[in-house]
């Protein structure tokens, strides 16, 4: 049992070692903060929400993107989504019942799609 325990150590901490320390020259790949590149930022605010929410992409590399919202239990809703600019959706939700719901960012074009929680007051 002992020399399991080292052999798992041993590993994560090889693991560790080449994910940080690898080098150009040593034929492995090294990246750096300035590889990474984030794209499509996702805010909603103010949530929870009382009469509209703000949706906001960041870095959108979005062409067609739609806002919906399901009822925590999945039942898509009818909401009015105006778009205020190229990256930024106003969403009203004043006649949604107080509760939990979730509202999705989807883009058909690029396959995007993610999920967020939001409370209506």
Same mark, same amino acid.
């Given at each position: 049992? /002992?020399?399991?325990?080292?052999?798992? %150590?041993?590993?994560?901490?090889?693991? %560790?070692?080449?994910?940080?320390? #690898?080098?150009?020259?040593?034929?492995? !790949?090294?990246?750096?903060?300035?590889?990474?590149?984030?794209?499509?930022?996702?805010?909603?605010? !103010?949530?929870? /929400?009382?009469?509209?929410?703000?949706?906001? @992409?960041?870095?959108?590399?979005?062409?067609? !993107?739609? @806002?919906?919202?399901?009822?925590?239990?999945?039942?898509?809703?009818? @909401?009015?989504?105006? =778009?205020?600019? #190229?990256?930024?959706?106003?969403?009203? %939700? =004043?006649?949604? !019942? #107080?509760?939990?719901?979730?509202? #999705?960012? =989807?883009?058909?074009?690029? /396959?995007?799609?993610?999920?967020? =929680?939001?409370?209506?007051?």
């Amino acid at each position: 049992m /002992g020399k399991l325990k080292i052999i798992l %150590v041993s590993t994560l901490f090889m693991f %560790v070692g080449f994910t940080v320390y #690898a080098q150009n020259d040593s034929g492995y !790949p090294s990246f750096s903060s300035n590889d990474l590149k984030i794209e499509n930022k996702i805010q909603i605010y !103010p949530n929870p /929400g009382v009469d509209f929410l703000k949706v906001s @992409i960041e870095a959108s590399t979005l062409v067609n !993107p739609k @806002i919906v919202i399901h009822s925590i239990i999945g039942t898509k809703l009818e @909401i009015y989504t105006e =778009k205020t600019s #190229a990256n930024q959706f106003t969403v009203n %939700v =004043k006649n949604l !019942p #107080a509760g939990y719901y979730l509202i #999705a960012v =989807k883009d058909a074009s690029t /396959g995007f799609s993610e999920t967020y =929680k939001f409370l209506k007051r």
